[in-house]
């Protein structure tokens, strides 16, 4: 039984004349990476803000397990799962890598600060966090600030961080971008380890290796506008999608 | 078997400080250590301390510029004073009430005036602040106008009295501790946390379910009542109020006492605010040249040390400690190739 987790349902948005998406639909399910694909300037990073509610729809639905939050707040969609990162990584970065991961587990624990001026105290994550640093392939000292890390730790601990708080879809953009090859992989790992455990996974990126190699489904976006949609291989295959890439600049 | 150290030098650390803490409140107070005039300042040191802890908390914590500070110290001041001395209430009280008044006054211009992002959140402030003083020098039947209310009696709270600067000296170093403890403790909660993800980027923080306009108003209404008992405290410790030390120009000098001491340390608002008590009063011979040096200090502050003298101090400790973990790790490795 496929369960959906979140629909886009007919949703335009413009930037003055810019139309950066036009009647998208897209479906997520649990426990699928959904590949969100489409050359420089498509609309991508768009389409994840209106879903996080970063910015507004001019018209169309947003559901999120079967309920409308088309006009709910950013905060509250993350409070009611919605996780994400962010195409260059966004840390608090005159914090520690402490103060930067509690931010996951508190939006996890949703204490009021009432609750949490008088110590109480949440699940312990430290054994979660320890199993997910396995899987990302390195270690810290949590203490340090979270500049001390090099770019490539930073953007995998993004993907920790918004795994901590335990979202039941997490919208990831670029997580690829600047990484290695080694690093690359990890972070195709950390998203396995996601959708395992029942989460659904939007993924914006442009290394088409790791989008063929991890995504269930893929949808394509070109100026705004979804112009195919299916599993890897046909998606791999499709005229317009060949067309779309080799027309734009070449990033594939 | 690993010997378990008791005595880390972090702990050593703590009880250096405690003992000059406990110091300080013996023997400060006593009879004939520091001048009847010297023990004033220091508790007015002590009074902008509690108002600078609260702007900390705003501006340290969360990154909101505010030059309401000294403006809503005068809210406390005045509804001290009026109750106390057109209402002849317990002076007690009369602060009680005016740090609940602070609340909800804070909250409501909060609300209002955080629709206001950045820059026009300071501007609107200003604003705030021009127009709470305007009412203290024009309202007279209530403030007396710009002569101010005179008379007002000491801290009275009910089974002691607070008449000399010595015992009034203990008390406001009690409250001052609480207060900085209440600020150390916020710092480590997910408020904490809340204030500064805004503060560093709000689409971060709404994305980790922090609601940015709610999280800054009650940062608003912590630095309000901070200051309204630090202006209430100041009332009963003066005697006498008048707008003038309510106006904006001061609200600039607790923005200027958080920055000296270090935005992000809760110790920077105790360095700052002594720092600005006190050097005031041994620089009284430099007369008009005084606010010159002044000036000229504010700015090669901001262009030196932006992280201010906190900064300055973490930077060196990060230094010493990077050294040690160098030697330790040196050490390690020559005892491996022994
Ligand atoms: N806040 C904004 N105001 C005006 N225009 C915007 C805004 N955000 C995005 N755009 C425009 O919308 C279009 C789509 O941008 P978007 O960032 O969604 O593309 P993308 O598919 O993520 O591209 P990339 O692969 O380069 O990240 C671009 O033309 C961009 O300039
Ligand atoms: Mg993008």
């Given at each position: 039984?496929?369960?959906?987790?979140?629909?886009?349902?007919?949703?335009?948005?413009?930037?003055?004349?810019?139309?950066?998406?036009?009647?998208?639909?897209?479906?997520?399910?649990?426990?699928?990476?959904?590949?969100?694909?489409?050359?420089?300037?498509?609309?991508?990073?768009?389409?994840?803000?209106?879903?996080?509610?970063?910015?507004?729809?001019?018209?169309?639905?947003?559901?999120?397990?079967?309920?409308?939050?088309?006009?709910?707040?950013?905060?509250?969609?993350?409070?009611?799962?919605?996780?994400?990162?962010?195409?260059?990584?966004?840390?608090?970065?005159?914090?520690?890598?402490?103060?930067?991961?509690?931010?996951?587990?508190?939006?996890?624990?949703?204490?009021?600060?009432?609750?949490?001026?008088?110590?109480?105290?949440?699940?312990?994550?430290?054994?979660?966090?320890?199993?997910?640093?396995?899987?990302?392939?390195?270690?810290?000292?949590?203490?340090?600030?979270?500049?001390?890390?090099?770019?490539?730790?930073?953007?995998?601990?993004?993907?920790?961080?918004?795994?901590?708080?335990?979202?039941?879809?997490?919208?990831?953009?670029?997580?690829?971008?600047?990484?290695?090859?080694?690093?690359?992989?990890?972070?195709?790992?950390?998203?396995?380890?996601?959708?395992?455990?029942?989460?659904?996974?939007?993924?914006?990126?442009?290394?088409?290796?790791?989008?063929?190699?991890?995504?269930?489904?893929?949808?394509?976006?070109?100026?705004?506008?979804?112009?195919?949609?299916?599993?890897?291989?046909?998606?791999?295959?499709?005229?317009?999608?060949?067309?779309?890439?080799?027309?734009?600049?070449?990033?594939? | 078997?690993?010997?378990?150290?008791?005595?880390?030098?972090?702990?050593?650390?703590?009880?250096?400080?405690?003992?000059?803490i406990?110091?300080a409140f013996?023997?400060i107070p006593?009879?004939?250590?520091?001048?009847?005039?010297?023990?004033?300042?220091y508790?007015?040191?002590l009074?902008?301390?509690?108002?600078?802890?609260?702007?900390?908390?705003?501006?340290?914590?969360?990154?909101?510029?505010?030059?309401?500070?000294?403006?809503?110290?005068?809210?406390?001041?005045?509804?001290?004073?009026?109750?106390?001395?057109?209402?002849?209430?317990?002076?007690?009280?009369?602060?009680?009430?005016?740090?609940?008044?602070?609340?909800?006054?804070?909250?409501?211009?909060?609300?209002?005036?955080?629709?206001?992002?950045?820059?026009?959140?300071?501007?609107?402030?200003?604003?705030?602040?021009?127009?709470?003083?305007?009412?203290?020098?024009?309202?007279?039947?209530?403030?007396?106008?710009?002569?101010?209310?005179?008379?007002?009696?000491?801290?009275?709270?009910?089974?002691?009295?607070?008449?000399?600067?010595?015992?009034?000296f203990r008390l406001l170093f009690i409250i001052a501790i609480?207060?900085?403890?209440?600020?150390?403790?916020?710092?480590?909660?997910?408020?904490?946390?809340?204030?500064?993800?805004?503060?560093?980027?709000?689409?971060?923080?709404?994305?980790?379910?922090?609601?940015?306009?709610?999280?800054?108003?009650?940062?608003?209404?912590?630095?309000?009542?901070?200051?309204?008992?630090?202006?209430?405290?100041?009332?009963?410790?003066?005697?006498?109020?008048?707008?003038?030390?309510?106006?904006?120009?001061?609200?600039?000098?607790?923005?200027?006492?958080?920055?000296?001491?270090?935005?992000?340390?809760?110790?920077?608002?105790?360095?700052?605010?002594?720092?600005?008590?006190?050097?005031?009063?041994?620089?009284?011979?430099?007369?008009?040249?005084?606010?010159?040096?002044?000036?000229?200090?504010?700015?090669?502050?901001?262009?030196?040390?932006?992280?201010?003298?906190?900064?300055?101090?973490?930077?060196?400790?990060?230094?010493?400690?990077?050294?040690?973990?160098?030697?330790?790790?040196?050490?390690?490795?020559?005892?491996?190739?022994?």
């Amino acid at each position: 039984m496929e369960r959906v987790l979140l629909e886009v349902r007919d949703v335009n948005k413009a930037f003055g004349g810019v139309i950066t998406a036009k009647n998208v639909d897209m479906k997520v399910m649990a426990g699928e990476i959904h590949g969100l694909i489409g050359p420089n300037g498509a609309g991508k990073t768009t389409l994840l803000n209106l879903i996080s509610g970063i910015y507004e729809v001019d018209s169309g639905h947003i559901f999120f397990e079967g309920n409308e939050i088309t006009n709910l707040p950013a905060h509250k969609r993350a409070r009611l799962g919605l996780g994400r990162t962010f195409q260059s990584p966004r840390f608090m970065n005159r914090a520690s890598i402490k103060d930067n991961l509690e931010l996951g587990t508190d939006l996890r624990n949703q204490f009021t600060y009432i609750q949490s001026f008088f110590g109480k105290k949440g699940a312990d994550f430290y054994s979660e966090l320890e199993e997910l640093m396995e899987i990302a392939g390195f270690t810290f000292d949590w203490n340090e600030h979270i500049t001390s890390l090099p770019y490539g730790q930073q953007k995998l601990l993004e993907i920790v961080r918004a795994m901590l708080a335990h979202p039941t879809v997490i919208l990831v953009d670029e997580p690829a971008a600047g990484l290695n090859k080694q690093e690359q992989e990890r972070v195709s790992l950390l998203l396995r380890k996601a959708v395992d455990s029942g989460m659904g996974v939007v993924l914006i990126e442009h290394t088409m290796e790791m989008v063929m190699n991890i995504c269930d489904n893929i949808t394509v976006l070109n100026f705004g506008e979804v112009i195919a949609k299916g599993k890897p291989q046909e998606i791999a295959t499709n005229p317009q999608v060949i067309e779309a890439y080799l027309g734009g600049e070449n990033d594939a | 078997m690993k010997k378990k150290k008791i005595l880390t030098p972090k702990i050593i650390g703590k009880i250096i400080v405690a003992i000059i803490i406990i110091a300080a409140f013996i023997i400060i107070p006593l009879p004939g250590v520091v001048s009847r005039y010297m023990l004033k300042v220091y508790n007015d040191g002590l009074i902008y301390f509690i108002a600078a802890l609260g702007l900390s908390v705003m501006l340290g914590m969360g990154g909101q510029v505010t030059y309401s500070t000294a403006g809503i110290m005068g809210v406390g001041a005045y509804i001290t004073a009026i109750l106390s001395t057109k209402y002849g209430w317990n002076t007690g009280l009369a602060i009680i009430v005016a740090l609940i008044a602070g609340a909800i006054f804070s909250f409501v211009v909060g609300l209002a005036l955080f629709r206001l992002k950045g820059s026009y959140f300071s501007f609107a402030s200003i604003g705030l602040t021009n127009l709470l003083v305007t009412i203290f020098s024009n309202w007279m039947e209530m403030t007396e106008g710009p002569d101010g209310i005179t008379r007002i009696p000491k801290l009275d709270v009910g089974f002691m009295k607070f008449t000399d600067f010595n015992s009034y000296f203990r008390l406001l170093f009690i409250i001052a501790i609480i207060c900085y403890l209440f600020v150390l403790r916020l710092r480590k909660t997910s408020y904490g946390r809340a204030l500064a993800s805004v503060r560093d980027n709000e689409i971060t923080a709404a994305s980790f379910g922090v609601n940015c306009y709610m999280t800054k108003v009650y940062s608003f209404v912590i630095a309000g009542v901070f200051a309204c008992l630090a202006g209430g405290l100041y009332a009963v410790h003066a005697g006498f109020i008048s707008p003038e030390p309510f106006k904006y120009d001061q609200s600039a000098i607790y923005l200027i006492m958080i920055m000296l001491g270090g935005v992000d340390s809760t110790f920077g608002a105790f360095l700052g605010a002594s720092l600005l008590t006190i050097i005031p009063e041994k620089m009284r011979w430099l007369n008009e040249y005084y606010k010159l040096i002044y000036g000229v200090g504010v700015i090669i502050l901001m262009i030196f040390m932006p992280m201010g003298l906190m900064g300055i101090i973490d930077n060196f400790k990060y230094k010493m400690i990077g050294k040690i973990k160098k030697r330790k790790q040196s050490n390690a490795i020559e005892t491996e190739a022994n």
